[in-house]
């Protein structure tokens, strides 16, 4: 073999495994190809130096070195001898066959030449395995006592394997206690869960109009009434699995039990409705009708029937409100007799169209009678929502993951169904809440206004509070006797439309104005009573009448603030408030004295001690005052018009100096300077620039520019000035030092740095040091 | 070759003369042949065998599982390829198996119907071949590490015991119990032999450092102590005074004619010595790795004429020339650790147990066929060539 042909494939394998590509160059490897076609010796050659590249502690290269060893491996018959005659070490160096030499990082290279290793020994093996010996041994060897599954994707050993398995025992150890823990929350809290599912239920049932209504219990209603206390034991007994089912039937019932009570309650209310649909042509009252008759004949599917329902509910409700808020013309038109009807009633016309928004769905307002219970279902709502849910869904997750038994799955899943279901009825409710803040407020109206209701008589009265307050929270000012603010009263004239107002639940500033025009009446005898906020806020307003009205509210705040502004002079200056605005008009007899702080002590005084200093800035200050001016803004009109590289002029408008050409200066059409010393000056500075590198001339990118395109640009001067940096050996690799880049390794890097440990060190012997200098001759020390 | 032939044609050479000129050269060519094979019943590795003197046709293995298994080496199908075939197993379902790793096993040296074995569950086993059923057991404090029935006694039947305790047991197959004791190691004694020379000669080998070789007669204590130093004792510091090595001497074994043991040691060396007065010969073979804990097994060949030494080294075979201490090769086949090899007198061949679970079969390379031969044959010589011997060139490639 020729000298030539030895360097050559040297140099060929060295670059093909330096290259860190996950491919083998074809070029390249053809090449070594052709020139180990001549010789044997040329494949010694080849194999020699593919197995010290094999044996390069870098993944890449391995990989690289390997895949040239499997290309030849497959040609020629001598490289296969020498393969196999070492293809201990061989597998060693690729399939990690010994865990004391693992492979070298990178990792994933790593585990990609591993893969790769053993499925190219499987190919090997099936292909020559019968020819070599050496080769079937080891494939046997990777296969029995290794235990390499070939069949595997990830090619892993039994050790791997183990390691996986071990994890997977932990995490199941991990998951086991998770399990038993839950199954023990789930102990605990199933009884408190059950309590308050029953409690939700048994609200909801007392909140549901259908349940009030107790003046013609429905014959069936009893027994059906009586089934869900039966079952309910019997739920607790079971694991909840069919708890669900039976709130079904129990809809179903309750919405039997609906339709019956609807019935009855449409009989009782017939006559007066009848007398309605005669006055009103309305549309819907006929399809009512038809619902109704529907009813009776009981052929209707259940959902629509259903919403009929909703719709009586709603009706109902909306026939209460009207009787409330309303003149109740309803109760007046009941005579049959038109004439009398429009007598007595004082309407012009027969023909009356009264539009009734219904709102499909169930809706329950809060009032006094049934407020103790909504508010116990505000707090079981929130008591689930924000405990009992979320620790179900926990559980249910725990079980899910871990796989545990069906049971206690059922049951968690059990349990959040019924639950979800509680909130889904609660949601189905629509229960109108009053905002709790305002609750409180209304009892204690409430106990002004109805000095017989002793309900409120538990509650712990608020002191009002006696004396002025300046500012008074909008929806507090009825309490207080205060008129109320203009958008307030906007809202009282939409009462006197109670037809029209949507059945939206009632909000704050609404409920506000429906009380306060009694309130308004009783205004005038709360003043009269001295010890009451009323009377102190009206002498307040005989004293100050303007400061109230300007600081009476935010509400009213906007349209004074108007008012002030309409009433400033444009043109006046406005200027910070200063020590000379304070002293405005007046001789200042302290203005810059300083007075120092005599000893405070009883006798003894220090002589020299002057009382006072006069500071001279000081007085200044308080007598004078800055006013910047900074006059008006005048836009550049002027270019830079120094000549580009372009060929163009720049055009940067800057006022005194170009950030790239420097101070602005005349220029002529071709954007040369007009006076010479300019175009002197102009001249040097091109010259100092050529003579320096700009920094992006970075001398190896230079180098790299260089040697793509056979240019000389001149890297040589720039690399002598780039001599410092030392230039990779094979910047294809990839670093594994930067790998190690860590913040662990460099915090290494500073904490275990030589001179800091010294220091340390130092600094610990000096201070045991003294200490024992300190203590050296006290023996006593020593003995405690 | 042609030239042994004529001598001993014509009566000029010692017919031994031949047979040792061919035995060297058959051991020189030893190899992995791919037509032999032995079968693969070992699950785990293989820790001892043994081949039977009697007839040289039947091979005990030993496993560190308990496994015992005997192998038929003997090619009666005329063919060249050949795969010894397990004859019978004692595996882990038998009643009788050892429960933890065997030790050492040995053939009775004039029957095939009986064997010994030795394991770490603190039991030597007399087993009866046709049965595969102990027919003695003798128990022991602790592990046991070898054991070896004397290959040429005619006055006495006793098997030498080495276990972790210091005391060497002597056990008498005649009475079926413990006879004698051995006191003089300080450490568990790992390799016992007996002189295949003198019936009453004993080397003993200890984790010590030192060899002892007693003559079982004489009750007071051993004949002599080997040492390294050969008694020169200023080159020797005061606590390596009678060793034979710096640590722990786990091989032993006497030369075919008993003349010199040899010893290896965890200090990664052997040593000859001739066993008549225990001088240390001083042959440098070099390193031999050994890092076994255990028991190591190596053979020295019979019948060539520069003998030479199997030792295993790693997950090889060494093989040295025996008195100039030259490396002649290292035999490549094993995955890992090769714990023992036994090398076969008659054929010249090798086998070699390993932690892989291979036993692998070493065999000389037949000589190649000659010249004028090969060229009648031609072309069709080529073809017969196995295919996945030729190169395989593509033609894009130029």
């Known amino acids: ?784 | 070759m042609l030239a042994f032939l004529t001598a001993r044609q014509t009566g000029l050479d010692d017919p031994l003369r031949l047979r040792r000129a061919e035995s060297t050269r058959r051991v020189l060519s030893l190899k992995l042949n791919p037509d032999r094979d032995v079968d693969r019943v070992h699950g785990n590795g293989v820790n001892t065998i043994d081949i039977e003197a009697v007839e040289g046709r039947y091979m005990l293995s030993g496993g560190a599982d308990g496994v015992i298994v005997i192998y038929d080496l003997e090619n009666y199908s005329g063919k060249p390829q050949y795969t010894c075939k397990a004859v019978c197993t004692v595996g882990r379902s038998s009643r009788y198996v050892h429960k933890f790793s065997v030790e050492t096993v040995q053939w009775y040296p004039y029957d095939t119907g009986m064997f010994v074995t030795s394991s770490f569950d603190k039991t030597m086993k007399v087993w009866d071949t046709e049965m595969l059923k102990p027919a003695e057991v003798f128990e022991f404090e602790g592990n046991v590490y070898s054991h070896h029935l004397s290959p040429i006694a005619r006055k006495h039947s006793l098997i030498a015991v080495g276990t972790k305790n210091p005391k060497i047991q002597l056990c008498d197959l005649k009475s079926g119990s413990r006879i004698h004791v051995l006191q003089g190691h300080r450490a568990e004694v790992l390799s016992v032999q007996w002189s295949p020379r003198y019936e009453h000669i004993l080397a003993t080998a200890s984790a010590d450092s030192k060899v002892k070789v007693w003559d079982v007669r004489r009750a007071s204590g051993s004949l002599f102590t080997l040492d390294q130093h050969n008694g020169d004792k200023s080159k020797a510091s005061s606590e390596a005074v009678h060793t034979a090595h710096n640590g722990r001497v786990n091989g032993l074994c006497f030369t075919g004619d008993g003349l010199y043991l040899l010893t290896t040691g965890t200090d990664d060396r052997m040593r000859l010595w001739n066993s008549a007065n225990g001088e240390n010969t001083l042959v440098n073979y070099g390193k031999v790795c050994n890092e076994s804990r255990k028991r190591q097994q190596l053979t020295v060949s019979r019948g060539c004429s520069p003998e030479f030494v199997f030792v295993p080294c790693g997950s090889s075979v060494a093989v040295y020339a025996l008195h100039t201490g030259e490396l002649v090769t290292m035999l490549r086949g094993h995955y890992n650790n090769v714990d023992c090899c036994a090398f076969h007198p008659d054929y010249q061949e090798l086998y070699s147990g390993g932690k892989d679970c291979n036993i692998l079969a070493w065999v000389p390379v037949l000589r190649p066929v000659d010249v004028e031969e090969e060229s009648n044959k031609g072309a069709a010589g080529q073809s017969s060539v196995n295919p996945a011997f030729q190169d395989t060139w593509s033609s894009d490639e130029d």
């Open chain 1, 1 to 784: 073999m020729e000298l030539s042909q030895r360097d050559r494939l040297s140099e060929l394998v060295e670059e093909l495994t330096t290259s860190g590509q996950p491919q083998l160059n074809q070029d390249k490897m053809k090449e070594i190809k052709k020139i180990c076609k001549v010789s044997n010796d040329c494949i010694d050659h080849v194999y020699h130096s593919v197995m010290s590249q094999l044996s390069q502690e870098h993944a890449e290269v391995r990989l690289s070195a390997f895949q040239i060893a499997s290309e030849l491996f497959s040609r020629s018959h001598h490289f296969r001898m020498l393969l196999v005659d070492n293809f201990q070490g061989f597998l060693e160096l690729t399939v990690e066959t010994d865990s004391e030499q693992p492979l070298p990082p990178p990792k994933e290279v790593a585990r990609k030449l591993r893969s790769l290793a053993i499925q190219t020994v499987q190919s090997w093996q099936a292909s020559y395995g019968t020819a070599y010996k050496k080769l079937a041994l080891g494939y046997h060897f990777l296969k029995q006592v290794k235990k390499v599954d070939f069949l595997d994707a990830e090619a892993r050993t039994v050790a791997e394997r183990r390691r996986e398995q071990e994890r997977r025992r932990k995490m199941e150890r991990i998951y086991k206690e998770r399990v038993e823990a839950a199954t023990k929350d789930m102990e605990e809290l199933y009884q408190e869960i059950e309590a308050t599912l029953k409690e939700m239920e048994s609200c909801m049932r007392l909140l549901l109009p259908d349940y009030g209504f107790t003046d013609f219990p429905p014959v069936n209603s009893s027994p059906s009434d009586f089934q869900p206390a039966n079952e309910c034991p019997s739920d607790d007994d079971q694991p909840c699995c069919s708890k669900d089912v039976k709130d079904d039937s129990k809809q179903g019932k309750k919405q039997d039990r609906e339709e019956s009570r609807n019935e009855k309650k449409s009989s009782e209310r017939k006559k007066k409705e009848q007398d309605r649909i005669e006055t009103k042509k309305n549309r819907k009252i006929s399809e009512v009708k038809k619902g109704k008759g529907k009813k009776e004949t009981r052929s209707e599917d259940e959902e629509r029937e259903a919403e009929k329902t909703k719709h009586w509910n709603e009706e109902k409700v909306k026939d209460g409100q009207e009787e409330e808020g309303s003149n109740e013309e309803e109760e007046e038109a009941e005579p049959c007799d038109e004439d009398l009807f429009i007598r007595n009633s004082g309407l012009v016309s027969h023909s009356y169209s009264l539009d009734l928004d219904l709102i499909p769905g169930l809706h329950v307002e809060e009032t006094e009678d049934n407020e103790a219970v909504v508010s116990t279902v505000i707090d079981l709502y929130r008591l689930i929502t924000t405990k009992h849910l979320p620790a179900v869904q926990g559980w249910v997750q725990v079980f899910t993951k871990a796989g545990a038994e069906q049971q206690l799955l059922r049951r968690a899943l059990d349990l959040k169904r019924s639950l979800e279901a509680a909130l889904q009825k609660h949601k189905e409710l629509h229960i109108a809440y009053k905002t709790r803040v305002r609750r409180v407020m209304k009892a204690s109206s409430n106990s002004e206004d109805d000095d017989d209701n002793d309900e409120d008589d538990d509650f712990e009265e608020v002191p009002e509070k006696e004396g002025y307050e300046p500012h008074i929270p909008e929806h507090l000012r009825a309490e207080y006797g205060l008129d109320p603010s203009p958008s307030t009263s906007a809202a009282s004239v939409t009462t006197k439309l109670p037809a029209k107002r949507p059945v939206a639940p009632p909000s704050q500033s609404s409920y506000c104005s429906s009380s306060s025009s009694r309130q308004l009446k009783q205004l005038k005898e709360e003043e009269q009573d001295p010890t009451c906020a009323a009377a102190t806020l009206r002498v307040l307003r005989q004293h100050f009448p303007v400061p109230s009205a300007s600081s009476s509210s935010s509400s009213s705040g906007p349209s004074s603030s108007h008012c002030s502004s309409e009433m400033k002079p444009v043109d006046a200056p406005v200027v910070p408030f200063g020590l000379d605005l304070y002293y405005w008009g007046q001789e200042q007899p302290s203005a810059g004295k300083i007075v120092k702080a005599a000893s405070q002590h009883q006798f003894w005084v220090p002589i020299e001690t002057e009382e006072e200093v006069e500071n001279d800035e000081l007085r200044a200050e308080s007598s004078s005052r800055y006013i910047s001016f900074p006059g008006s803004f005048t836009p550049v009109s002027h270019y830079c018009r120094a000549p580009l590289g372009n060929g163009k002029l720049c055009q940067r408008q800057d006022r005194l100096k170009c950030p790239f050409h420097g101070r602005i200066i005349p220029r002529d059409q071709e954007g040369r300077p007009c006076s010479q010393d300019d175009r002197l000056r102009e001249e040097q500075e091109e010259r100092r620039k050529m003579e320096e590198q700009p920094d992006w001339r970075d001398a190896e990118l230079m180098r790299d520019i260089e040697a793509a395109t056979g240019e000389n640009l001149s890297s040589d001067r720039a690399g002598k000035k780039g001599k410092g940096k030392k230039k990779k050996k094979y910047p294809n690799l990839s670093d594994l030092k930067q790998s190690a880049n860590t913040s662990r390794s460099r915090l290494e890097k500073k904490v275990f740095n030589k001179s800091t440990m010294r220091k340390v060190a130092q600094m610990m012997s000096k201070a045991d040091r003294r200490k024992h200098e300190k203590f050296s001759n006290q023996f006593n020390y020593a003995l405690n």
